[in-house]
């Protein structure tokens, strides 16, 4: 079974750091492309930084210069570290893969930004 787990999130003031993991398992391949989706209650899923093989990234650009996607090339997990947070960065945070046709998602993981 293929499958992603977020984990790392938690609550944290301004301007803090907070680094997420994103560990996936079963027929997921080491190199596969990953992304990180966050969602703040009542708005759309949006897309945060990806990264496809070793060092193809993107990031949205409301992240840029503060979040920093990596992966662990020994292991299949994926990391995001996440620096000078700003209240506007508190959302569920969810790792995406594809597969096949389809995208296996993680079941997310809370980042709160607060004082």
């Known amino acids: 079974q293929a499958q992603v787990v977020e984990s790392g999130g938690g609550l944290v003031q301004p301007g803090g750091s907070l680094r997420l993991s994103c560990a996936a398992s079963?027929?997921?391949?080491?190199?596969?492309?990953m992304s990180w989706y966050r969602q703040a209650p009542g708005k759309q899923r949006e897309f945060v930084a990806g990264?496809?093989?070793?060092?193809?990234?993107r990031y949205a650009d409301s992240v840029k210069g503060r979040f920093t996607i990596s992966r662990d090339r020994s292991k299949n997990v994926v990391y995001l570290q996440m620096n000078n947070l700003k209240f506007q960065d508190a959302a569920v945070y969810y790792c995406?893969?594809?597969?096949?046709?389809?995208?296996?998602w993680g079941q997310g993981t809370q980042v709160t930004v607060s004082s």
């Open positions: 079963g027929r997921i391949p080491r190199f596969n492309a």
């Open positions: 995406k893969t594809p597969l096949g046709v389809s995208d296996v």
């Open positions: 990264i496809a093989g070793i060092s193809e990234i």
